[in-house]
């Protein structure tokens, strides 16, 4: 899976917006103005690993801590709160692995809005 993968499949989830709040290099996706990707466009100064394609996303402790044991292209976040964030070097995974996990930071973040709202994101 390659960036334009990421951000195409992110704007396919309904009602996503993307900005820049935290500069050129990272782009955040957003619903109901609550970011659940945040993917790293290049660009100095986030982490270690400068060089190797990754995006955040927000996943409940119990799912992180399962993710970080299994794959070691799951890690704590960088620059997010390393309980409910893991920085996902996509380049290293398969892109249906990739797509589910969007999906569920999605799906994380819909389940938090109040009922009337999450209606729109949640079916049954």
Known sequence: MNI??????????YGVTEDQAFGDDIINFRLEGKIFVCLWLGGEGQGVEDSIPRLALKLTPERN????????????????NKKHWSDIYYTQLEESQVKEWIRESYLLIASKLPKAIRQKYIQG
């Open 4 to 13: 334009e993968q990421v951000r195409t499949y992110a704007l396919s989830l």
């Open 65 to 80: 801590e399962e993710l970080r044991e299994q794959f070691s292209a799951v890690r704590p976040a960088w620059h997010w």
